[in-house]
Nanobody, 125 residues
Framework: VQLAESGGGLVQPGGSLSLSCATS????????MGWVRQPPGKGLEWVST????????YYADSVKGRFTIFRDYDKKTVSLQMTNLKSEDTALYFC???????????????????RGQGTQVTVSS
């Protein structure tokens, strides 16, 4: 199983950034995909989960209305479009996956079976 994040970087407050995650080694269609993050000196926190590209997308309250998650079934990728970024969005962002067969929508970091190496997002002026 491989989850490879890309797209992190340094951005000013109010700016935008798009993260992408390339996947391989598991059945993409059979998994929820998501993002979790780890701010400096803190634990993992859930950001977003996607089942499909309709209304089955879920967000933490802290990012709702600013972040959009999307999955590409042909390319087996998942992306996170982030807008109006704030300093508190600074974190190491991880792509994650959990089997749909488990039945519940994963909304906690430990609900996911697979996790990538992460990409750093820093929001600072």
């Amino acid at each position: 199983v491989q989850l490879a994040e890309s797209g992190g970087g340094l951005v000013q407050p109010g700016g935008s950034l798009s993260l992408s995650c390339a996947t391989s080694g598991f059945t993409f269609n059979a998994h929820y995909m998501g993002w979790v993050r780890q701010p400096p000196g803190k634990g993992l926190e859930w950001v977003s989960t996607i089942y499909d590209n309709t209304h089955n997308r879920y967000y933490a309250d802290s990012v709702k209305g600013r972040f959009t998650i999307f999955r590409d079934y042909d390319k087996k990728t998942v992306s996170l479009q982030m807008t109006n970024l704030k300093s508190e969005d600074t974190a190491l962002y991880f792509c994650v996956a959990a089997p749909i067969s488990r039945g519940r929508v994963p909304r906690e970091p430990d609900h996911f079976d697979y996790r990538g190496q992460g990409t750093q997002v820093t929001v600072s002026s």
